[in-house]
Nanobody, 120 residues
Framework: VQLQASGGGLVQAGGSLRLSCAAS????????MAWFRQAHGKEREFVAS????????NYADSVKGRFTISRDNTKNTVYLQMNSLKAEDTAVYYC??????????????WGQGTQVTVSS
């Protein structure tokens, strides 16, 4: 399974970006799709996850109300709409697939990262 993440870039504080993650296929083990992020010098942390069936979403407290995760089952693609971006959102964002829900060990497949930089 390959996960292809895209959509990162440079944006000013208060701005928006939308990340996409396309999966080459879906397997039973890919119950959830998630986004994690890793800032320079920090541990990789959970951002949001969504289930393929039912679209049940889960968010880190730091992004709740600002980020929205969604999925398009017909395209095997998950999105992360990021609004009201802050400098502390600057990180490499990774998409992942697995059972989840919030811990790295719960995800089997990982995409390459996409850099998000928020200028203050």
């Amino acid at each position: 399974v390959q996960l292809q993440a895209s959509g990162g870039g440079l944006v000013q504080a208060g701005g928006s970006l939308r990340l996409s993650c396309a999966a080459s296929e879906r397997r039973d083990s890919m119950y959830r799709m998630a986004w994690f992020r890793q800032a320079h010098g920090k541990e990789r942390e959970f951002v949001a996850s969504v289930t393929w069936n039912g679209g049940f979403a889960n968010y880190a407290d730091s992004v709740k109300g600002r980020f929205t995760i969604s999925r398009d089952n017909t395209k095997n693609t998950v999105y992360l709409q990021m609004n009201s971006l802050k400098a502390e959102d600057t990180a490499v964002y990774y998409c992942a697939a697995g059972h989840g829900p919030r811990y790295r060990d719960g995800y089997t497949y990982w995409g390459q990262g996409t850099q998000v930089t928020v200028s203050s």
